[in-house]
């Protein structure tokens, strides 16, 4: 597939590379290691962007740490450029902006593959690879290009945050790829990515998160109300999803007009992708792998806090749950 990217891109001038909104480790690094082959093959320059907010510190060390340079998309003028590559998302998914008029040219993702991807000119989806920047690597490989240690590293940390980090799956490819890159990567960089400091809003959150998880049964539901960035959300379902005895995580939050929520399991058997795509069915969109999934809701029309309940009730019908015995933390 690389090929024939390479050669589709040979006669473009400028390439824009967007990750999905409130970019998370696998999709930064993918975009990196994607620009970082354009320039090693054809010496073309291109432009990462993204929409949203990097919340998650450990995010925001590995941009510092292996400088990826980013630009919010939604200030950017796409006239400028004539080649649109996106990664670890598709079009359709509900979590990338592409302004009306304007058509990727090149997919390249790990989630479920959505039928209007058919329309893309170039795609290379595969839902059985741990991660995007699993592809990515594979493809430096195929070409015999060996990363620079930041595009290294921070292909290593998206390949581990998205598989064996956190505990979902991963296969035998994924692993190859992390040691094909390993003798690349800085040790010292990646422990300065994986322990950054804490903003106190990250405790002061998990104090919320505290206060308003309910456990019902073998789930927590937490609803977060307004949260500083959606990373929150996500960083609040991995946190309570360690607790023991607990199956699923389901956090809600909001920012703005926009509702986000962040499902977790620890068996891949729930695949929760899947559960989460029908959570939120005529509400918003959702997606996602074996063990980890989330979404996100456009409020403009809606209420937030009833929202919040009718997922939660589909949740509690999918568990089949009751919802007679309710805990606190
Ligand atoms: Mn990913």
């Known amino acids: ?122 795609h290379d989806v595969r839902p059985k690879a741990g991660s995007t920047s699993t592809i990515i690597v594979e493809y430096m490989k195929h070409l015999g290009i060996v990363p620079d240690t930041k595009t290294a590293t921070a292909l290593y940390y998206g390949i581990k945050t998205d598989t064996v980090g956190s505990g979902r799956s991963s296969n035998s490819q994924d692993l190859e790829m992390m040691s094909y890159i390993f003798p690349q990567i800085s040790l010292t960089k990646l422990t300065k990515i994986e322990s950054p400091e804490l903003p106190r809003y990250y405790y002061k959150n998990m104090r919320k998160a505290l206060d308003y998880a309910e456990i019902l049964d073998n789930i927590i539901f937490c609803n977060l109300g307004e949260v500083r960035n959606a990373d929150l959300i996500a960083e609040t379902s991995d946190f309570l999803l360690r607790m023991r005895d607990i199956k699923w995580t389901f956090v809600v939050g909001k920012i703005d007009n926009h509702g986000y929520f962040s499902l977790r399991s620890k068996s891949a058997r729930m695949k929760v992708g899947r559960i989460a795509m029908s959570l939120v069915k005529g509400l918003g969109t959702g997606g996602g792998h074996m063990k980890s999934a989330g979404g996100q809701i456009n409020l403009e029309s809606k209420n937030y806090d009833e929202v919040a309940e009718i997922i939660k009730l589909r949740l509690l019908k999918r568990a089949g749950f009751k919802g007679e015995d309710i805990k606190k933390v």
Request: with cysteine; net charge positive.
């Open 1 to 122: 597939m690389i090929d024939q990217i390479l050669e589709d891109i040979k006669p473009k001038r400028k390439v824009l590379i967007l990750t999905h909104n409130n970019p998370d480790p696998d999709t930064m690094a993918a975009a990196l290691g994607m620009k970082f082959i354009l320039s090693k093959t054809l010496k073309k320059r291109c432009t990462i962007a993204y929409q949203g907010l990097v919340g998650r510190a450990e995010n925001r060390e590995l941009i510092k740490t292996c400088v990826i340079d980013m630009h919010p998309s939604t200030k950017l003028n796409f006239n400028r450029y004539d080649y649109l590559i996106v990664v670890d998302t598709q079009p359709k998914a509900g979590n990338v902006y592409i302004p009306d008029g304007f058509k990727a040219d090149v997919v390249i993702d790990h989630h479920n593959f959505r039928a209007t991807t058919n329309q893309i000119k170039l």
